[in-house]
């Protein structure tokens, strides 16, 4: 008996290759512009090339924090943790935040430790967003926010940022940017890449904005001690604003632990409940050595800290002053450490111009458009490097110019 037709199986049209396996949100993403560079730069045999592209610090983990990981390994520490992470580093972050931002948390059930930073902007992108929510991202920016974003359903919602602001967010263009599908802002200050922080002051019309229009705000907040000449201020710490604010942050930055991929989040019970939910079911928790190197950090590791940042900021004054007298024009970063110079004048994109800076003056920088609205224009120059090599590079960059005039 001949079945009938409309009861067979639908035909599936064979995929061409394997990028139609792919889910679109995969396939949408681009691949990291900075980590081009980098990869250019370590596949390269030239040795004289002076790399001034990756956000890491050049100081190696003080002794006092790899001490305290290696004697736990030798004591057999090598299990799982809490799922949260361990109990006491959680106590010691809470602590932290408290006695450096006046922000308080209930270690139990408001910090969550995580792979790096990067891992708990992940879980608080997913944790809240829904296929066709909006996130306001002021730009220029990490270049994480965006991916995230898309790979979760949402939609990324770029607003510049001007070097005549001090790459600051502005109460009006945030105004302009807000539409009834706007669930998420995401704060980046100190900034990476412009190195631009944002005071009390400036916080306090942003804060107004939230609630006015119930947001939830992603502080990432990774280079809050890496401030120069004023004390960061959390987004958190602001009139009702904690039970609204993730806040994001970790070691990598002020304690040179980039390696170590610690991290923490916090917030509200129930926005950290959530993150912890996907946090069990991808990465089960921080790995232990890390989490004791974290801990030995935040109890003893302070002095260490204040030596790498005094020299941060030594190396900031030579690269701003620098880049101004070799006719760059460069806002002055009041906080992280890169540099993000003008090279509009040179009339190459900021493609044409790293390209050609690495090619030809052996210098790798990040051109500014790869970290969004108001990045085309700009290079960003990571300060994090000795000052021998950053005069260098300020030399080659020089005569670079020279040439191009």
Known sequence: MIKDVETQPETRNKRSGMQDYLAAGARAIPPSGIRRFFDLVSASKDSSIISLGVGEPDFVTPWKYRDAAVYSLEKGKTQYTSNAGMPELREAIAEYLHGRFDVRYDPASEVLVTVGGSEAIDLAIRALIEPGDELLIPE?????YNPITT?????????????????KLTAESLRAAITPRSKLLILCYPSNPTGAIMTYEDLLPIAKIVEENDLIVVSDEIYAELTYGSNHVSFASLPGMKDRTIVVSGF???????????????????????????????????PIMGQVAALEALRNGMDEMYKMIESYNQRRRLVVQGFREIGLPCHEPQGAFYAFPCIEGTGLTSEEFASRLLTEAKVAAVPGHVFGKGGEGFIRCSYATSVAQLTEALERIGGFLNKLR
């Open 140 to 144: 220029p920016c990490y270049i994480s």
């Open 151 to 167: 790979l979760g359903g949402g939609v990324p919602v770029g607003i510049e940022t001007f070097a005549k602001d001090q790459f």
């Open 252 to 286: 990598s930055k002020a304690f040179a632990m980039t390696g170590w991929r610690m991290g923490y989040a916090c917030g509200h019970p129930d926005l950290i409940g959530a993150m912890l939910k996907i946090h069990q079911y991808t990465v089960m928790c921080a």
